[in-house]
């Protein structure tokens, strides 16, 4: 939405204990909480928020385009997830601070579920199942980055602390480097791991090895653009560096069962 003149919203918010995930697509939110703190959420963030209680005041600037998401969650139903993915405190990961409790940029993989959620083009019943299921999507892949990044993944055999670490570095280099990404000596050069750690333990860690991980974010870059910005297929595959289009359609449909150009025709 975007609104002509400045317009300052008042929400009196009587849930019971939960917690809210909030993901901005466009222009930044501001806000403030009674008796908190006054918050900013920019383009590529995300918030999560414990128990929200009393009143917030949520301030829209003119002319601005304001796009995006929110999720609530019971309080009990998080801490169980957690629980059972290996905190064993019954609390979640990031704390338990009664207001703002963790703000990230989310990643390309989070971006993905958002875009499939805005561009539903079901309607009635099935409208509600397939967002309920895009929905818990979302968050089953927002906690397991969490716990990730908290450390909360659990150890790996032969890995140390500082190895881990690492990996995760690796991983951030070709998060941002998924066009031109470095060799596999490289990354262990840039990441301070050897080859083998390198290879062993990112398969271990993310379930991919390094070259089929950097395919699959290619592919969702892809995916994105085509959507999103309504790239062409050509302009799509030079986007996530493939010089060939073929060779571009052939791992497009190799994980999504559809050439590129049947997927831009569908959206």
Known sequence: MTFNEDLTLREEISFPAHYGLAFCLEDPLYWRLDGGGEYEIGPGESYVFNGL????????????????????????????????????????????????????????????????????RYRGDIERIYLEGKALELLAVYLDEMLLENGNSGALPGFSKAD?????????????????????????????????????????????????????????SARLLMGERGMSVAEAALSVGYSSTNHFTEKFKAKYGVKPSEYRKLR
């Not at 993915?85 to 940029?105: H, I, Y």
């Not at 941002?176 to 050897?194: C, V």
């Open 53 to 120: 209680r009393g009143s917030s005041m949520c301030t829209y600037y003119a002319g601005k385009r304001f796009s995006g998401i929110s999720l609530q969650c019971g309080a009990g139903v998080l801490a169980a997830l957690t629980e059972s993915a290996g905190e064993g405190s019954g609390q979640p990961a990031w704390g338990k601070d009664e207001s703002c409790v963790s703000a990230k940029r989310f990643s390309p993989g989070i971006r993905l579920i958002l875009a499939d959620i805005l561009r539903c």
């Open 164 to 220: 881990i670490a690492a990996l995760h570095h690796a991983r951030s280099i070709l998060d941002g480097a998924i066009d031109a990404p470095p060799t596999i000596r490289g990354l262990a050069r840039l990441s301070g791991l050897n080859e083998y750690k390198l290879k062993a333990g990112f398969r271990e860690l993310f379930g991919l090895p390094v070259y089929a991980y950097i395919i699959n974010k290619r592919m969702e």
